[in-house]
T-cell receptor, first 114, second 113 residues
Framework: DSGVTQTPKHLITATGQRVTLRCSPR?????VYWYQQSLDQGLQFLIQ???????AKGNILERFSAQQFPDLHSELNLSSLELGDSALYFC?????????????FGSGTRLTVV | SQQGEEDPQALSIQEGENATMNCSYK?????LQWYRQNSGRGLVHLIL?????REKHSGRLRVTLDTSKKSSSLLITASRAADTASYFC?????????????FGTGTSLTVIP
């Protein structure tokens, strides 16, 4: 157990639907990062939050949004889902805002859009 | 792309042999990290090397960094079947204000018992 908790582990939904992925960072970590991993795109950085505020954006689609709450857990919302959104979504956390000591990853949420 | 690139894409060796994976990147970095991912699982941080360091060791792992060539290598000595996994390098680029790490596409290592 890495200390980063992601729920749910698996999600199967239909195109056009909306889902919410949840992440609880490791205790004491203030930064949360979201990554998407698919076979053809590798591991893509989506977005980072630090202590409740958005810090950096990567290749995140406009249909996707995220937030970090006062208790530091984070949610990634995916809407108007398409088949190509099927992927593993990872959350990672770090104690600082730049991850200089490394990231701690959760076990991921496998999203399948049918 | 800002991602690093690992080479080879796939590597298969016998247990007990050494495994070497390489990572190349394009722009100046602050730090470079190596991660391991077992199939379908989360990534596990292995080692971080700063841009002013040339070599680091951790157990059976040895990482080198050559900033002049913009490349790094990960050496796993005396490999075990349990080392079978994908290995990723991650780099943070000085130009990124967020300093987030970008991951390469990974090397898939298979250690045959």
């Amino acid at each position: 157990d890495s200390g980063v908790t992601q729920t749910p582990k698996h999600l199967i939904t239909a195109t056009g639907q909306r889902v919410t992925l949840r992440c609880s960072p490791r205790s004491g970590d203030l930064s949360v990062y979201w990554y998407q991993q698919s076979l053809d795109q590798g591991l893509q950085f989506l977005i980072q939050y630090y202590n409740g505020e958005e810090r950096a954006k990567g290749n995140i689609l406009e249909r996707f949004s995220a937030q970090q709450f006062p208790d530091l857990h984070s949610e990634l919302n995916l809407s108007s889902l398409e088949l190509g959104d099927s992927a593993l979504y990872f959350c990672a956390s770090s104690v600082d805002r730049v991850g200089v000591y490394g990231y701690t990853f959760g076990s991921g949420t496998r999203l399948t859009v049918v | 792309s800002q991602q690093g690139e690992e080479d080879p894409q796939a590597l298969s060796i016998q247990e007990g042999e050494n495994a070497t994976m390489n990572c190349s990147y394009k722009t100046s970095i602050n730090n470079l990290q190596w991660y391991r991912q077992n199939s379908g699982r989360g990534l596990v941080h292995l080692i971080l090397i700063r841009s002013n360091e040339r070599e680091k060791h951790s157990g059976r792992l040895r990482v080198t960094l050559d900033t002049s060539k913009k490349s790094s290598s990960l050496l796993i000595t005396a490999s075990r079947a349990a080392d079978t996994a994908s290995y990723f390098c991650a780099t943070d680029f000085r130009e990124n204000t967020g300093n987030q790490f970008y991951f390469g596409t990974g090397t898939s290592l298979t250690v045959i018992p």
